[in-house]
């Protein structure tokens, strides 16, 4: 991407400040696309929405990057058609951000879209304007300057609205919603070098002799070091997943034991005993608060998908921050259940029934995890808890 910009840029006659922002967005560039790639294919909460945003972004970087570097010789018509993918684009970050936060943190039903399409409305518009300015440029018109100039600077103003609500969802609590500290936290971090995105673009299109010099330049750096730590979190967290199915034509190679061949996935997970413990606490909390153990087809990666963390990190974040396996974290939840509607001398319902609504799928599974855990069969629980 970055080789196919190079070609269209010439940086013969571009002032010192020009070079260090078309340094700057060159960096952007490069990481919107490495976060992009590393987001591909993952299927945790809210991360379609994520993967779209950082591929507008880069995309909108590498337009953006042409036009300052081919300022001086691109051809009119080459700049306008370069605006029609340029500008739509920009007008897609606010909403897609926005989705990606609402999906993964607010209490959005699984069958309710995180983001509507009337969001994308003024990214329509935007399209059809600069479009419409391509095939017949009406720029000239002072009308049609000033509503081309409206739709190609708007998109701060439609933006801004968007990272506050991420922003505010970000940093809510609240009973209702999903999410993770960690997670929250890299939100946090996203709006914030987002935020600085958009100001450094603000002061970028103000007149030269009304934006000081030293504070575009400062904010196009500062953008450049968010959005690299912004990447290796990405890659941090993206990465740490362990490898799929092994490569056609291994299964001769011998086998590592078991338990050495989980112990080396979760050293090479980066997660440590904190991050562990933090996670294992919020998947208690998430089981609390949505009684995800009542569906008797939970799985772990179900379970992953509803936190937003890796099967590898929910299943290490169990073994080591709890001590427990994923069934018997999820039968913890479900004896409790069980546990407290049979001893509830109000409660009408057969043990099986009971048993069922716990979330088990079958009598001899209630059966054998309820006497694993107590020492005693449901039914001779709940005649015990009668009696006394």
């Known amino acids: 991407m970055l080789d196919v910009a190079a070609c269209f840029i010439n940086t013969a006659g571009m002032t010192p400040p020009d070079l260090l922002k078309l340094a700057a967005g060159a960096a952007i560039l490069g990481l919107a696309a490495l976060s992009t790639g590393v987001s591909v294919g993952r299927t945790g909460r809210g991360n379609p929405l994520l993967t779209a945003f950082f591929a507008c972004f880069?995309?909108?970087?590498?337009?953006?990057?042409?036009?300052?570097?081919?300022?001086?010789?691109?051809?009119?018509?080459?700049?306008?058609?370069?605006?029609?993918?340029?500008?739509?684009?920009?007008?897609?970050?606010?909403?897609?951000?926005?989705?990606?936060?609402?999906?993964?943190?607010?209490?959005?039903?699984?069958?309710?879209?995180?983001?509507?399409?009337?969001?994308?409305?003024?990214?329509?518009?935007?399209?059809?304007?600069?479009?419409?300015?391509?095939?017949?440029?009406?720029?000239?018109?002072?009308?049609?300057?000033?509503?081309?100039?409206?739709?190609?600077?708007?998109?701060?103003?439609?933006?801004?609205?968007?990272?506050?609500?991420?922003?505010?969802?970000?940093?809510?609590?609240?009973?209702?919603?999903?999410?993770?500290?960690?997670?929250?936290?890299?939100?946090?971090?996203?709006?914030?070098?987002?935020?600085?995105?958009?100001?450094?673009?603000?002061?970028?299109?103000?007149?030269?002799?009304?934006?000081?010099?030293?504070?575009?330049?400062?904010l196009s750096l500062l953008t450049t070091a968010g959005m690299y730590l912004l990447a290796c979190c990405v890659v941090r967290q993206h990465l740490r997943a362990p490898m799929g199915t092994a490569a056609p034509g291994t299964s001769d190679v011998i086998p590592v034991p078991i338990e050495d061949s989980t112990v080396a996935r979760y050293e090479r997970s980066g997660i440590d005993a904190s991050h562990c413990a933090a996670i294992a606490s919020a998947l208690t909390a998430l089981m609390q608060d949505q009684r995800l153990h009542e569906a008797a087809g939970l799985n772990?990666?179900?379970?992953?998908?509803?936190?937003?963390?890796?099967?590898?990190?929910?299943?290490?974040?169990?073994?080591?921050?709890?001590?427990?396996?994923?069934?018997?974290?999820?039968?913890?939840?479900?004896v409790a259940a069980a546990r407290a509607s049979l001893s509830d001398p109000c409660d009408p319902r057969s043990v099986l029934d009971i048993g069922l609504a716990a979330g088990f799928g079958s009598k001899s599974t209630f059966n054998s995890a309820f006497k694993r855990a107590t020492g005693q069969t449901p039914s001779e629980y709940r005649r015990r808890t009668s009696s006394g």
Do not use: K
Not at 111 to 128: K, T
Not at 321 to 327: D, T
């Open 58 to 218: 880069a995309a909108a970087s590498l337009s953006g990057l042409v036009l300052l570097g081919g300022q001086a010789w691109l051809p009119p018509d080459a700049v306008r058609w370069l605006r029609v993918i340029e500008v739509p684009l920009v007008y897609l970050l606010g909403p897609l951000l926005y989705g990606h936060a609402r999906a993964l943190l607010a209490p959005v039903p699984e069958s309710a879209p995180a983001l509507r399409a009337g969001h994308l409305l003024p990214a329509v518009l935007a399209f059809v304007i600069s479009l419409c300015n391509a095939l017949t440029p009406f720029e000239a018109t002072p009308l049609g300057s000033a509503l081309f100039q409206l739709s190609f600077h708007g998109w701060l103003l439609q933006g801004a609205p968007y990272l506050l609500a991420t922003a505010w969802l970000s940093i809510r609590r609240s009973t209702n919603t999903h999410g993770s500290a960690m997670q929250r936290s890299g939100l946090r971090g996203l709006v914030v070098v987002m935020a600085g995105c958009w100001l450094a673009s603000t002061v970028n299109r103000w007149p030269p002799d009304a934006a000081p010099l030293l504070a575009s330049i400062g």
């Open 300 to 334: 772990l990666q179900h379970l992953a998908e509803r936190s937003g963390w890796s099967p590898n990190q929910v299943s290490q974040a169990l073994n080591q921050g709890l001590g427990q396996s994923f069934s018997e974290f999820v039968n913890g939840f479900r």
